[in-house]
């Protein structure tokens, strides 16, 4: 009875060794990811420049993309080279394609408006925000937050606010999906 107890603790140990080994080079979410729905604001002028948005000719007409985080976007000086956000401390992205970035030069404006909105289209639109916040030395890592905004003619669709873990980077996703022109000419 010793020697299957024996058996069994091995099996166990040499289980999970063998589970760990495997599991440990997958991939893994980031946990700081968030999807959230969205509302507007006012207006601001947009200090933005637009790439290959990839967008439906004419749909994002009226609509703005509007980032305001609570501090100043910095590129982050121990980042890897080949990574978007070292080079910027501000980066938008959808589908892999870098829509916007803020190069941390100058004073930081407060809010970006991107107008009109890059990529926007029909149904549902993911855009991946990255800001890096400047390296303090008040002592303790403090956690941060970008707020975005979808704004319709200056009026707030949809609204998210992304945050970050205490010294760490801001990610997450902004989802959006706005009404349709028949859902428009309908009221809905």
């Given at each position: 009875m010793r020697l299957l107890g024996v058996a069994?603790?091995?099996?166990?140990?040499?289980?999970?060794?063998?589970?760990?080994?495997?599991?440990?080079?997958?991939?893994?979410?980031?946990?700081?990811?968030q999807e959230v729905a969205v509302h507007v604001a006012p207006q601001q002028e947009s200090n933005a420049t637009d790439s290959a948005t990839g967008s439906a000719p004419g749909y994002a007409a009226g609509y703005a993309l509007e980032i305001t985080p609570t501090f100043s976007p910095a590129p982050d000086p121990y980042a890897l080279e080949d990574d978007p956000v070292s080079r910027s401390g501000l980066v938008v992205?959808?589908?892999?394609?870098?829509l916007y970035t803020y190069d941390g030069g100058g004073a930081f404006p407060g809010s970006i408006v991107l107008q009109p909105a890059p990529g926007l289209g029909p149904g549902v639109t993911e855009y991946l925000v990255e800001a890096a916040p400047p390296l303090g030395e008040?002592?303790?890592?403090?956690?941060?937050?970008?707020?975005?905004?979808?704004l319709r003619h200056g009026t707030a669709v949809a609204e998210q606010t992304l945050w970050s873990?205490?010294?760490?980077?801001?990610?997450?996703?902004?989802?959006?999906?706005?009404?349709?022109p028949e859902e428009d000419a309908h009221g809905g």
């Open positions: 069994l603790i091995w099996a166990v140990i040499a289980g999970a060794l063998g589970l760990f080994l495997v599991m440990r080079d997958r991939p893994v979410q980031p946990a700081t990811v992205s959808l589908n892999g394609h870098v008040e002592g303790m890592p403090q956690q941060q937050a970008v707020r975005m905004r979808l873990e205490p010294g760490g980077v801001v990610r997450g996703t902004f989802r959006v999906e706005p009404a349709t």
